[in-house]
T-cell receptor, first 117, second 117 residues
Framework: GAGVSQTPSNKVTEKGKYVELRCDPI?????LYWYRQSLGQGPEFLIY????????DSGLPNDRFFAVRPEGSVSTLKIQRTERGDSAVYLC???????????????FGEGSRLTVL | KQEVTQIPAALSVPEGENLVLNCSFT??????LQWFRQDPGKGLTSLLL?????REQTSGRLNASLDKSSGRSTLYIAASQPGDSATYLC????????????????FGKGTKLSVIP
């Protein structure tokens, strides 16, 4: 697609429920990132995929968070047993791989706003 | 650990003024620095990307500079317009090509700009 697409744009759930957030990156971008942004803060890194594999998941806060990218394109961020503290905007970004001009430039989606009641 | 600071946190200017937003970072071992714009409730829009070997980049009324040795970047906006009102975020990508953390953008908290008509 023309840009990074994220669904749903808004998700309200109850504490303890399971949530999936989807990201469709820019066509041809092999690198995909998930970030989380709390109110008044800059985005914080969660996980990075190069192709199908998670190359760096050091930002995931705990084992309730998991992300997959089975075919190297669309990615799903999964949150189990949601807690009120998980409420935030979850941003997905994609980029071309490093190694050429303007590589490392990230393009972000509109985000998925998660509210845990 | 890389830390990114943006000053001021908020700025209000009358339409037509030229203005400068500041970004400082603690670790000069960066691959690139990127400036983003974020409108309320929206994702991030990439404005300018400066590679570590560059000193500035220009796009229309925007000019971003990078002084890696002093850990500073500025975003200059000429002839500001009400449509420029948004939060501006800077983010740095570390220089390392591999290893944990090497693909993590570190963001500042942003400067909220209001341009008064």
């Amino acid at each position: 697609g023309a840009g990074v697409s994220q669904t749903p744009s808004n998700k309200v759930t109850e504490k303890g429920k399971y949530v999936e957030l989807r990201c469709d990156p820019i066509s041809g971008h092999t690198a995909l990132y998930w970030y989380r942004q709390s109110l008044g803060q800059g985005p914080e890194f969660l996980i990075y995929f190069q192709g199908t594999g998670a190359a760096d998941d050091s930002g995931l806060p705990n084992d309730r968070f998991f992300a997959v990218r089975p075919e190297g394109s669309v990615s799903t961020l999964k949150i189990q047993r949601t807690e009120r503290g998980d409420s935030a905007v979850y941003l997905c970004a994609s980029s071309r791989s490093r190694g050429g001009p303007n590589t490392g430039e990230l393009f972000f989606g509109e985000g998925s706003r998660l509210t845990v009641l | 650990k890389q830390e990114v600071t943006q000053i001021p946190a908020a700025l209000s200017v009358p339409e037509g003024e030229n203005l400068v937003l500041n970004c400082s970072f603690t670790d000069s071992a960066i691959y690139n620095l990127q400036w983003f714009r974020q409108d309320p409730g929206k994702g991030l829009t990439s404005l300018l990307l400066i590679q570590s070997s560059q000193r500035e980049q220009t796009s229309g009324r925007l000019n971003a500079s990078l002084d890696k040795s002093s850990g500073r970047s500025t975003l200059y906006i000429a002839a500001s317009q009400p449509g420029d009102s948004a939060t501006y975020l800077c983010a740095v990508l570390p220089r390392a090509y591999s290893g944990a953390g090497s693909y993590q953008l570190t963001f500042g908290k942003g400067t909220k700009l209001s341009v008064i008509p």
